[in-house]
C-alpha cells in the first residue's frame, strides 16, 4: 500500500495532477474541499457548518474535518493506496492523519509531494477557475487573499514536519499540466521501487 499527501497551496494544481496520479497507480483519492463541497451541495449538517468557514476562505476547525476524514477512511476500499489531497491543512491535521491511517489502515504517510507555485499565478489560476467551478471561494478576490493566508499562517508548517521525517519532496507546480504529471509519477515510482527492494 502507498499513502501519498499532495501538498501546495489552493490553486497549486492538487486536484488534478491527484486524477492524474490515481489512474497510473491505483490509487483512492481523498480530497477533503469535495467532501466538503457534496456536503454543501446535499446541505447536511456538516455541510451546513463548513460553509460558513468555506465561503469565507477561512479552515474548518480541525475536528470536524478529521471526524469526516475518519469516515472516509472506513469506507471498503479496493484501490493500492490513498491520495491525500488538501489534507493535513494543519499541524494538528498532519500528526492525526499519521494516527488515523496506523489505526485504520494498519499503514503510514510514505511522501508528501508538494507543488510549488507563485502567489501571483495561484491568485491567477483560482479567479480562471471561479468563472466556471460555481465556487463562490473561488470567484472573490478577497475570498482567494484570505485561503492564501490561511494557507500561510496555518498549513505551510505541515511541509516542515513532513521534511524532519524526510518525507518532502518538491515539484515545480507551473508548466505543462503532462510534465508535471510525469516529476510526480517519478517520484511514486522511486517509492515503489524501494518498497518492492525492502519486502
Ligand atoms: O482543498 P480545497 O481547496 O478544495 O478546500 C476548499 C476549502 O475547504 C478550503 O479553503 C477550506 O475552507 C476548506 N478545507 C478545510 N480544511 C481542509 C480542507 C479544506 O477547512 N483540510
Ligand atoms: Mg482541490
Known amino acids: 500500500m502507498i499513502n501519498i499527501v499532495l ?26 474541499g469535495d ?21 469565507k476562505g477561512e479552515l474548518v476547525p480541525d475536528q470536524v474535518t478529521i471526524d469526516m476524514l475518519i469516515d472516509e477512511l472506513k469506507k471498503p476500499c479496493d484501490a493500492e493506496g490513498y491520495i491525500f489531497d488538501g489534507f493535513p491543512r494543519t499541524a494538528y491535521q498532519t500528526e492525526a492523519l499519521e494516527t488515523i491511517v496506523r489505526e485504520v489502515l494498519n ?13 501571483e499565478i495561484l491568485v491567477e489560476r483560482l479567479l480562471k477557475r471561479g468563472e466556471t467551478s460555481g465556487r463562490k471561494d473561488d470567484s472573490n478576490k478577497e475570498i482567494i487573499a484570505n485561503r492564501i493566508a490561511e494557507y ?19 515539484i515545480n507546480g507551473v508548466g505543462d499540466i503532462a510534465e508535471i504529471s510525469e516529476k510526480l ?4 515510482a522511486k517509492l515503489k521501487n524501494k518498497s518492492s527492494l525492502q519486502d
Open 35 to 55: 467532501l466538503f463541497r457534496y456536503n454543501m451541495k446535499n446541505d447536511t449538517a456538516l455541510g451546513i457548518l463548513a460553509k460558513s468557514y468555506i465561503e
Open 107 to 119: 499503514s503510514s504517510i510514505d511522501i508528501c509531494l508538494s507543488l510549488v507555485v507563485d502567489d
Open 7 to 32: 501538498f501546495g497551496p489552493p490553486g497549486s494544481g492538487k486536484g488534478t495532477q491527484a486524477q492524474n496520479l490515481i489512474e497510473k497507480f491505483n490509487l483512492k483519492q481523498i480530497s477533503t
Open 152 to 170: 500561510y499562517s496555518k498549513t505551510a508548517e505541515v511541509a516542515e514536519l513532513y521534511k524532519q521525517q524526510g518525507k518532502y519532496v518538491e
Open 185 to 188: 509519477f517519478a517520484e511514486v
